[in-house]
């Protein structure tokens, strides 16, 4: 929903990390960042491996 985008870019935005944003919407660490990155967020995601995600701004440490 609108209001669930809108409350995964605050909580992202203010640090929260990707695990954490798992466990808060029941969702895979795929489908977060796949959001995330719809949302602009971060770089988009590729699927086995073939890209890592690049998160904008952010040290890959600070998210995990």
Do not use: C, N, P, W
């Not at 770089?43 to 890209?51: A, I, L, R, T």
Request: zero cysteines; a positive charge; glycine letters at 6%.
């Amino acid at each position: 929903t609108k209001e669930d985008d809108a409350l995964l870019k605050q909580l992202f935005e203010q640090g929260v990390k990707v695990s954490e944003l798992q466990k808060k919407f029941v969702r895979s660490r795929g489908s977060i960042q796949s959001r995330l990155a719809k949302l602009g967020l971060i770089d988009e995601v590729f699927s086995y491996g073939v890209k890592h995600s690049t998160y904008m701004q952010t040290k890959e440490s600070d998210i995990y």
